[in-house]
């Protein structure tokens, strides 16, 4: 994958700050021991989630149509999209319209992770071959993150749950639509944002 030229420089070039309510592009570390992961719901011209992954100062993203699978029979699309800042991870609010991205923004699940390959998460990134541990609100087991598109398909990747958890980590979780932040609905995000902008 060809590395991007400067951090957070593309983030920075698709938003207008003085226009969105979006976090600035900084580079930090997060202030917890683990690193950290956010599931976003995102009500934008098309409804999808966006997976974010802490590595190295900032967050490499992926836009997943379907959500994150809870079966390991069902893999799905991920598209990879540009790095965002650790601060995103705590953003929930409304994009405004004609703005890109613009809509409705939920943290669908947050937490921490662990990398369950024995190289580093730079190098599984960089190989297209991720496999981490979930920690989060809802979604608590191993997935893996394949790179498998090439040439001008070069952004897909596919998410799946992996079949096998590691030795008496496997555990029952349940998924729900609500904010694992502020347990609001995607009606009560926009429309308190809404109401606070007025
Ligand atoms: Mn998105």
Not at 26 to 36: H, L, M, R, Y
Request: charged residues 30%; without cysteine.
């Amino acid at each position: 994958m060809a590395p991007q030229k400067a951090p957070l420089a593309e983030y920075k070039k698709k938003r207008h700050f003085e226009k969105t309510p979006e976090p600035k592009p900084k580079i930090k570390k997060s202030t917890t021991k683990k690193p950290t992961f956010v599931i976003q719901k995102h009500a934008a011209s098309h409804l999808h989630y966006d997976l974010r992954l802490e590595i190295g100062g900032v967050m490499p993203s992926w836009a997943v149509p379907k959500g994150i699978p809870t079966d390991p029979a069902d893999r799905r699309l991920a598209m990879m999209t540009e790095d965002h800042p650790i601060d995103y991870a705590s953003f929930e609010g409304t994009i405004p319209k004609g703005q890109y991205g613009g809509g409705t923004v939920m943290i669908w699940d947050y937490g921490t992770y662990e990398n369950l390959r024995n190289v580093s998460m730079q190098d599984a990134l960089n190989h297209g071959k991720i496999e981490v541990f979930f920690e989060g609100k809802k979604i608590k087991g191993a997935y893996a993150l394949i790179h498998t598109g090439k040439g001008d398909q070069e952004k897909r990747w596919l998410i799946l749950k992996m079949k096998h958890e590691p030795e008496g980590r496997k555990k029952q979780f349940k998924v729900n639509e609500k904010s694992a932040k502020t347990g609001r609905t995607m009606k009560q995000i926009s429309f308190e944002e809404d109401e606070g902008d007025e």
